[in-house]
């Protein structure tokens, strides 16, 4: 029971760090592309991939220092950076899986695609939750 609780009290920390960096990639989006870039190619490729990186910094600095602080072994800067390495890799992974679901559910039902965006939000949260719980900062028995 005590794994169950344990478990349900990071929900909300996960979902309060994941808004942070959904504003950090909607301002930075934002800077880039009204004060950075005056192209297409600035606009709609560069700043969300540099926004996106932000974002998932962000979000990477929460689970580290906050969500799963309790499970960080080491606090040196080679644990910190292989431990980004993995979280961008997995980030990555599940925002293309994001943009498949995204995809599927407007080709199936033709929803709108902030409809889309929402319904693939909540699977893709899910996945990214459940990579940082069991693979990213799992918990190692002694």
Known sequence: ????????????????????GTAVDTLV?????????????????????????CAVFTNYLCSFFFIWKDRVKRRDSIYFMRRYILYNISSTVVFLFK??????????????????NLAALCVSGFVNFSMGEWVIFRKRFS
């Open 29 to 53: 989006l934002w800077l880039l592309s009204h004060y950075v870039f005056n192209s297409y190619a600035g606009d709609y490729l560069l700043s969300p991939f540099i926004s996106f990186e």
């Open 1 to 20: 029971m005590g794994r169950k609780i344990e478990l349900l009290k990071k929900i909300p920390k996960f979902i309060l760090s994941n808004g942070l």
């Open 99 to 116: 943009m498949g679901i995204l995809l599927l559910l407007e080709a199936v039902f033709g929803w709108n695609v902030v409809i889309c």
